[in-house]
């Protein structure tokens, strides 16, 4: 595993990638019928316009647009505000927001039933390990899995997204319109956790909030074809604690002597001891009072699809691919699993002060910071979570340390139920590639705007494969090889198709 | 205060300054009689030969020798000892350690007694924050106090050193001899720790110990020319421990995304742990078994010195000057002073894991690394110490922790009653500067190596008065200007010229 850079859709890939034990028993979603439509004039158009439709991703991939860089960023978002117009978007707007700005569209197909299609436009930076030479040629690259799309965007999240507009592109020339109304909410920070995004949709809350689902295209198939449904993500709060010296003792000023640690406080054991009032002694367990009363049990059909993942679940293989030799409190199987989903951390991403360079400088320092996170699991909101650690330490004696909130968003989920996964679910099946669903991952995005400001159902995810997102030699895969079970391009745009229809046919609320 | 390399001489310089109260009440100082001894004809040598010692002093300072960055520091070495050659030194050689060579030299007066003056000849680096062009020019500047020479190593620690030399140089050109016989051990590796001072000790360790006492020039007094005269160092423990992901749990090969710590054992949790049950939740006890158990009850002459600094221990000044607001405990006055010599310390110098850039980036780190050091008065031995620390990490199941030892020495002290510290009050209260006495310093110097490697009685202080150790701007007080009480560099070797005839009539053992 690599290092992942905070919530974001990279993290949860790999996280997928990783945490999914195959599926089996208990609930069994190819008991949900496939999709029965079939749309051969628009697939066929799909067939012939196949080197014009990788053309487009090869366009999108080209027009560079780091975030975190400010590379390119505007000139993407105008270049896929051009994209809708040129698709039939009636209504098309860049929308300015305090970092990048947003892109908005909609498509008034006078169809009965509306979807709500989110984008991120942004990419992360890259690095010089590249196989090959420029990351934003739009190069295609041979793989024993088949012929890739290469390049920083590819799948993460330039190449499902505008395989989803091509497959749009296709049902409009070919029938004239499109079966549902469509908006596109897109934005160009996901890769920086998304800080804006609720500017982006703050005009247009009482429109999208009249939509009858919400769906973020995604590569979520193995090159064996296995895909994964995740039906939501764990909230987060993100915060550093921090203590310094002041009124209740220690050096407030600057770094003192460390031999005067016999007269003065140390700031850095203070958080120290604070972080440790936290936890249990093993660091496992959440010792704030309240912490774990928000946990709800699983529903039934939850508890189905715990069952069904605990019946193939792996634990070594993947405490292996983690390189740990156990899971916290000897869990395995299902236990493992509810754990994973149903429960809260208290995690120490980062912990500093004082000296950390070489030899024995010897200093008492003056402060002590930590940045902590904790995930949170449907139910336990963030503004309960800190409230409740704000209390926890007031009332151990740690009232003096200052804990700033830098993140903090609830959990986002939509039921196995809902019609809308019913779709989803019934259009990978088709594909003879029924997933593996989870009520949710055990990370964190912020899909509240979805479930929580748009109180739309909403799903993630799709046919298609992709890998390498925030890494070097990124891709997509574009032709299958012999043997490759995923979905090429052509597939994939054909998936997008019957995904709209079926979604017009009744799917969403 | 500011940041203090390890345990070196500056350190405790700085620390003297800062931690003194203005002593009074109980054991008086002053009532020692003053040195009785007039040497008048080496006095008036002095007097006639001081620009040429002043020069002496300069070209020492001009020798660079700064030991962390391999400057000049060997060209010094061979200065020192063609300097002991000239003076009259029979015996002198460079000795070869493992890292910068030491200097040894004897003179052999034919006398019933005989010192060891320890001298470092090594110097801190610079940086360019001086208000003079070259710190390592010899240059004379006017300050308020006086006319000084402001170099690197000014005060810390050729100028007396060499100081002490001319004195040398002064009795026999005047006497044809010395009142003592002479060993000087000088290292170049003092700034560094004193890692090697063992090697350079080793070839005349039989030797050293037959003699009578040692002593190291130092200029310890103020402006307004109070003198401070400590009796000793604490000893330090200083280490790393650190928790990594391994048999235990957690990750062991590298940091994982922060979503796993729901099922993943934290490292950085585990240091924090493990550090928080080695001491009371303020911090300020240590929890470790048997740890306060060899103090021992002050002596009745260190009770009297701890008196006589409660007399007037001003608290609240020394506090401003850290800038804390208070002591541990609510201490003050005897308590706080019986305190700071009498009780180890646990001080965590230095922490890190996992991320520490801006933002918030969600891992869960596979290790974490605390500096953490222990002050040691007389009576908790190094080794002793170390394997307590062990013993209640193994206790407490902790026993994954690796502990490394990076520095470990105990205390040394000279008790109040003995000859040598007798004469050297005596010489002070002769110059008018009777000294603030303590038993010993909290911080910590290896002079463990005189009191106990060599079992001779220590002292470390002298008239002079010196600034800037560690820092731009280093000055030795050369010609004290009208209302400055703080000896000049004549006074200050007419006062070791009164030493070494001091400890000639009966001092040492």
């Given at each position: 595993m690599r290092r992942l850079l905070g919530p974001s859709i990279a993290a949860l890939t790999a996280a997928l990638i990783a945490a999914q034990p195959a599926a089996g028993g208990g609930f069994d979603p190819a008991e949900i019928p496939a999709y029965a439509g079939e749309h051969e004039a628009v697939y066929a158009r799909i067939d012939s316009e196949i080197e014009q439709h990788l053309g487009q991703l090869q366009r999108w991939v080209r027009q560079r647009s780091i975030s975190a860089q400010d590379d390119g960023v505007r000139e993407m978002a105008e270049l896929l505000a051009a994209d809708l117009r040129q698709l039939g978007f009636?209504?098309?707007?860049?929308?300015?927001?305090?970092?990048?700005?947003?892109?908005?569209?909609?498509?008034?197909?006078?169809?009965?039933?509306?979807?709500?299609?989110?984008?991120?436009?942004?990419?992360?930076?890259?690095?010089?390990?590249?196989?090959?030479?420029?990351?934003?040629?739009?190069?295609?690259?041979?793989?024993?899995?088949?012929?890739?799309?290469?390049?920083?965007?590819?799948?993460?999240?330039?190449?499902?997204?505008?395989?989803?507009?091509?497959?749009?592109?296709?049902?409009?020339?070919?029938?004239?319109?499109?079966?549902?109304?469509?908006?596109?909410?897109?934005?160009?920070?996901?890769?920086?956790?998304?800080?804006?995004?609720?500017?982006?949709?703050?005009?247009?809350?009482?429109?999208?909030?009249?939509?009858?689902?919400?769906?973020?295209?995604?590569?979520?198939?193995?090159?064996?074809?296995?895909a994964t449904l995740n039906l939501g993500v764990k909230g987060i709060i993100y915060f550093e604690l921090e203590a310094r010296g002041g009124d209740w003792g220690g050096p407030s000023r600057n770094d003192i002597h460390?031999?005067?640690?016999?007269?003065?406080?140390?700031?850095?054991?203070?958080?120290?001891?604070?972080?440790?009032?936290?936890?249990?002694?093993?660091?496992?367990?959440?010792?704030?009072?309240?912490?774990?009363?928000?946990?709800?049990?699983?529903?039934?059909?939850?508890?189905?699809?715990?069952?069904?993942?605990?019946?193939?679940?792996?634990?070594?293989?993947?405490?292996?691919?983690?390189g740990t030799s156990r899971w916290i409190d000897g869990l395995t199987g299902r236990e493992a699993i509810e754990r994973h989903l149903f429960h809260p951390t208290l995690n120490v991403n980062g912990i500093w002060s004082g000296y950390t360079g070489e030899g024995t400088k010897t200093v008492l320092p003056h402060k002590a910071v930590a940045k902590i996170d904790s995930r949170l699991p449907p139910g336990l909101e963030p503004e309960a979570a800190y409230a409740m650690i704000r209390r926890h330490l007031d009332k151990h004696g740690f009232g003096d340390l200052s804990l700033r909130p830098m993140s903090g968003y609830p959990a986002a989920h939509t039921p196995v139920e809902d019609p809308l996964v019913q779709a989803v679910i019934g259009v990978l099946n088709k594909y003879g590639a029924t997933p593996e669903v989870s009520p949710w991952l055990a990370g964190s995005a912020p899909f509240y705007q979805f479930t929580r400001t748009l109180d739309l159902p909403f799903v993630f995810g799709g046919l298609g494969h992709g890998s390498g997102a925030h890494a070097p030699d990124e891709y997509m895969l574009i032709e299958p090889a012999e043997g490759t079970r995923a979905a090429g391009l052509a597939e994939l745009e054909k998936s997008y198709v019957d995904l709209l229809y079926a979604l017009s046919e009744g799917a969403g609320r």
């Open positions: 009636a209504e098309v707007s860049l929308v300015e927001t305090r970092g990048h700005p947003g892109v908005f569209g909609y498509y008034d197909a006078g169809a009965e039933r509306t979807v709500v299609v989110y984008m991120m436009y942004d990419v992360q930076p890259v690095d010089p390990d590249w196989r090959i030479e420029d990351p934003f040629s739009g190069e295609l690259v041979e793989l024993p899995i088949g012929r890739v799309l290469m390049a920083r965007g590819a799948t993460n999240q330039k190449g499902p997204q505008r395989a989803f507009l091509n497959a749009v592109d296709a049902i409009r020339k070919e029938t004239g319109g499109l079966p549902v109304n469509l908006y596109v909410v897109a934005e160009g920070e996901e890769e920086l956790g998304s800080p804006n995004f609720g500017e982006v949709l703050a005009p247009y809350i009482e429109r999208l909030r009249k939509a009858d689902a919400a769906f973020f295209p995604m590569n979520l198939q193995r090159p064996s074809g296995e460390g031999s005067y640690k016999v007269l003065v406080d140390s700031p850095a054991l203070r958080l120290i001891q604070a972080i440790a009032s936290m936890t249990s002694k093993d660091g496992n367990t959440i010792m704030i009072e309240g912490y774990y009363d928000p946990i709800r049990e699983p529903s039934t059909s939850e508890r189905a699809l715990i069952e069904r993942q605990a019946a193939t679940a792996d634990d070594a293989a993947l405490q292996k691919a983690l």
